[in-house]
């Protein structure tokens, strides 16, 4: 199975590109840009070294559906997905900040309430709480954008004072967030399932904010299953997911959170493959949609070249 790992697009009227864990975005004449959801996989801020066939083709639809799926709520950046893996948008610039919004304790939130803390990014969390109990209503639990390295967590408070987003921008930004989650619940509900938490980008072009990357896919979401969720948290079992954190698991079982003197394990063909299986699963249950594997033959990247600079022609 064939997987695309890495990009090396000269697009016309390119003026840079950028390598992300996962996307590499191609600016366009500083006004469009060319996302390619590649089939890198990342987890505890490491890229893995092998890539999982279809995983940019079921982010970036999943991605592109959702878009559209919440214009009607705030602006957002798409014009256009000329490929599977490819979404074409608006440049803008982009805050310092991300905005992670929460309606249930898990994942990184459970690990530090479990240690002790009770103060999640100026959120006062209540006690007594167990893994995977609902919060009284979602919390919105922001990090800083970092280029390399972990993300750390901040307050809306620290956000203002540091002037990474203006008081009237950040008032703008979590009320987006608050609805598009809202959204992003009612949708996951339809299919069984339950947006458990997620993070949104936004940024700025010409004075106007727009909700630009990814939104509500696996990789920055986490779902549970509906059916048993009340019955596995009264039982303290895990609960049944659709998330990337299957992946997290993996590596933990195997001894590796990219701490120091680590060794990332050998992820074996078979391995991928199931992981490959797993978001494709992910796809039809957050979409309710079949998965087209269709455009798995030939040459991925000559195919991605073609299909945007076709569009590209189509906008100059």
């Known amino acids: 199975?064939?997987?695309?790992?890495?990009?090396?697009?000269?697009?016309?009227?390119?003026?840079?590109?950028?390598?992300?864990?996962?996307?590499?975005?191609?600016?366009?004449?500083?006004?469009?840009?060319?996302?390619?959801?590649?089939?890198?996989?990342?987890?505890?801020?490491?890229?893995?070294?092998?890539?999982?066939?279809?995983?940019?083709?079921?982010?970036?639809?999943?991605?592109?559906?959702?878009?559209?799926?919440?214009?009607?709520?705030?602006?957002?950046?798409?014009?256009?997905?000329?490929?599977?893996?490819?979404?074409?948008g608006l440049k803008c610039e982009g805050f310092r900040v991300e905005m992670i919004i929460r309606s249930i304790l898990t994942g990184s939130a459970w690990r530090a309430y479990k240690e002790g803390c009770r103060d999640l990014c100026g959120v006062k969390l209540p006690e007594g709480m167990r893994e995977n109990e609902r919060f009284p209503e979602p919390i919105v639990t922001p990090t800083t954008k970092a280029d390399e390295g972990h993300d750390m967590n901040i307050s809306r408070e620290e956000i203002i004072a540091q002037g990474l987003v203006s008081k009237e921008d950040y008032d703008v930004i979590e009320d987006y967030t608050k609805k598009l989650f809202k959204r992003g619940?009612?949708?996951?509900?339809?299919?069984?399932?339950?947006?458990?938490?997620?993070?949104?980008?936004?940024?700025?072009?010409?004075?106007?904010?727009?909700?630009?990357?990814?939104?509500?896919?696996?990789?920055?979401?986490?779902?549970?299953?509906?059916?048993?969720?009340?019955?596995?948290?009264?039982?303290?079992?895990?609960?049944?997911?659709?998330?990337?954190?299957?992946?997290?698991?993996?590596?933990?079982?195997?001894?590796?959170?990219?701490?120091?003197?680590?060794?990332?394990?050998?992820?074996?063909?078979?391995y991928a493959e199931s992981v490959s299986e797993r978001y494709i699963e992910l796809y039809e249950h957050i979409t309710g949609e079949k998965f087209d594997k269709s455009v798995e033959s030939g040459d991925i990247a000559a195919r991605i070249e073609k299909n945007v600079e076709n569009y590209l022609k189509t906008v100059r």
């Not at 390119?14 to 864990?21: E, P």
């Not at 191609?26 to 089939?39: C, F, Q, S």
């Not at 066939?53 to 559906?65: D, M, R, S, Y």
């Not at 609960?239 to 050998?266: D, T």
């Open 185 to 270: 619940q009612e949708i996951a509900a339809k299919q069984g399932l339950i947006l458990v938490d997620t993070k949104y980008e936004f940024g700025k072009r010409d004075g106007k904010i727009y909700l630009i990357d990814e939104i509500h896919t696996p990789d920055s979401s986490r779902y549970f299953y509906a059916d048993g969720y009340e019955e596995k948290l009264a039982a303290g079992k895990p609960q049944k997911q659709l998330s990337k954190e299957f992946v997290r698991q993996w590596l933990i079982e195997h001894n590796f959170m990219n701490e120091p003197g680590q060794q990332m394990p050998e992820i074996s063909d078979e």
């Open 1 to 88: 199975m064939k997987a695309l790992t890495k990009t090396d697009f000269h697009f016309d009227g390119q003026k840079s590109v950028y390598h992300g864990k996962v996307r590499d975005v191609y600016d366009i004449n500083d006004d469009l840009l060319v996302m390619i959801a590649t089939d890198r996989i990342s987890a505890f801020d490491v890229v893995l070294p092998k890539g999982i066939p279809f995983k940019g083709q079921v982010l970036n639809q999943i991605a592109a559906k959702f878009l559209d799926a919440t214009s009607d709520i705030c602006p957002n950046w798409k014009l256009a997905t000329p490929d599977p893996m490819v979404t074409v």
